[in-house]
């Protein structure tokens, strides 16, 4: 624990003496503060362009695989008959669907019960099959406790429901006036191979058919079909129907070029979200101004979205013809930004005329001259020399910046402990000064008293 005597006998104000004098000594900390602020705003920027450069290449690597070329939409003429949704190779064309009947749930539905409140006198035993599955559920009377017909019911209904065959029992009241119920088993799910039996042994239940298993019958272009669901998958592959309800419609299958410009989208949208936070970094007065990294990144990205695709004369070759632009129309130096415009109607246009050369741009792939790869396959591969984890050129760069920073926090711990001693020692030196004022003081005061009782003036 530390003491000093702040201006007894000087009168001065050593406690802010001390403050100003370790603001001086503090200078050297403050530098290595800023430094360290500047490194992880430096930091913080790299790791934002890695992030949004790793988006760019999963958005070029949609854009390198030809099936999302492949992609489909469906129109459907009569939407209350037949829904639609189509994956991607379904080839285009046109179906007509005629649904003549749909796929129903089996269901049974018990005799009548209006004696609810009387006692269960005998058991109730009952086997349900569906399919290949069956259990047998008993429902026993209860002397001592009085069970009504009514909760035996209940109970069989919970039994049933607990089991692990694929229906559902409810009991329902048909007649509230006259308190009749019901109980009703139906099938979870459609069809004839889903439909249910049951063994009423004492033939206490009595059930029967409330809607009969039916399976869905329908054509596809006059074949007949049947299926126990109205959910159709398999008949034509990639092509999912749910058949809603009796009636005729027709469905259309195209290519679907709206998804296809959602991608195109996304990846122009990245790649001006990387080149328009490279470009502010690079600016003037920008702590990376002229940083090496980033113009080489910035050249590169520029060299790629430029570069042309193959080497046929008679073939597209560059993004330019498809609608996607750098710096559309600009001509002025200090206006360019190095983002893309992106002409939707000229990319639908072309894609129209020619689908396969336009998928080609992107995914053209050319073993012996890489360089000559579709532009989604170029910005696939080489930004993962840049984008890879640990060892890609951002990563390095980011790791190179944590070591730098963790060094000035080693030199910053110990610069602190030695301005810690510095102004221990001010103190003390201080306190020692003060010491000696009030010494010499008394000793004046001591002096003086003397010389005055001498009589000596």
């Known amino acids: 624990m530390s003491f000093s005597l702040t201006g007894l006998a000087s009168g001065l104000d050593t406690a802010t003496i001390i403050s100003q004098l370790m603001q001086i000594e503090r200078i050297p900390y403050q530098k290595l503060e800023q430094r360290q602020n500047t490194l992880s705003s430096q930091q913080s920027i790299f790791r934002n362009i890695n992030t949004k450069l790793s988006a760019l290449r999963t958005a070029a690597e949609e854009l390198s695989m030809s099936f999302n070329f492949d992609l489909r939409s469906t129109t459907v003429s009569d939407e209350s008959v037949v829904k639609a949704t189509a994956s991607e190779g379904v080839p285009e064309g046109s179906y007509v669907i005629n649904v003549e009947s749909l796929a129903t749930r089996h269901s049974l539905v018990s005799k009548k019960f209006s004696n609810l409140g009387e006692e269960l006198n005998e058991t109730l035993k009952i086997t349900i099959a569906v399919g290949d599955e069956s259990d047998i559920f008993t429902i026993d009377p209860d002397p001592d406790n009085g069970l009504t017909v009514e909760q035996a019911l209940d109970q069989l209904r919970q039994k049933i429901n607990a089991s692990e065959l694929d229906v559902t029992a409810s009991l329902i009241t048909t007649d509230d006036s006259q308190g009749i119920k019901r109980l009703v088993i139906t099938s979870n799910k459609t069809g004839t191979a889903n439909s249910i039996s049951i063994d009423d042994e004492n033939n206490q239940l009595e059930f029967e058919d409330s809607v009969k298993a039916e399976d869905a019958i329908f054509k596809v ?46 990846f122009v949208k990245a790649y001006n979200d990387v080149i328009s936070t490279v470009k502010s970094n690079l600016g003037k007065e920008k702590s990376l101004q002229g940083d090496s990294t980033l113009r080489t990144l910035e050249s590169h990205l520029n060299n790629l979205i430029n570069r042309q695709v193959g080497n046929d004369p008679d073939a597209l070759s560059f993004l330019f013809q498809i609608g996607l632009e750098v710096d559309k129309g600009k001509v002025d130096a200090s206006s360019m930004t190095g983002t893309i415009s992106f002409d939707k109607e000229k990319f639908k246009s072309a894609f129209a005329a020619n689908p396969d050369e336009v998928i080609r741009l992107f995914t053209y792939q050319d073993k012996d001259h890489p360089d000559q790869n579709g532009i989604a396959v170029q910005f696939k591969n080489s930004l ?52 000696a004022l009030i010494q010499l003081q008394n000793q004046q005061v001591w002096l003086a008293s003397q010389i005055a009782s001498m009589g000596i003036y």
């Open 384 to 435: 993962m020399e840049w984008t890879s984890y640990g060892k890609g050129i951002l990563a390095m760069k980011i790791e190179g910046y944590t070591s730098e920073i963790s060094l000035i926090n080693q030199q910053m711990e110990a610069m602190e402990t030695r301005l810690e001693l510095k102004e221990q020692q001010l103190k003390r030196q201080f306190t020692a000064m003060e010491s």
């Open 221 to 266: 272009n006059g074949v007949e079909i049947k299926s126990s669901s109205n959910e159709i998958s398999e008949v034509i592959p990639g092509l999912s129907l749910t058949l809603m309800k009796a009636g005729e419609t027709t469905i259309h299958v195209q290519r679907d070029v709206d998804k296809i410009v959602e991608k195109v989208e996304a």
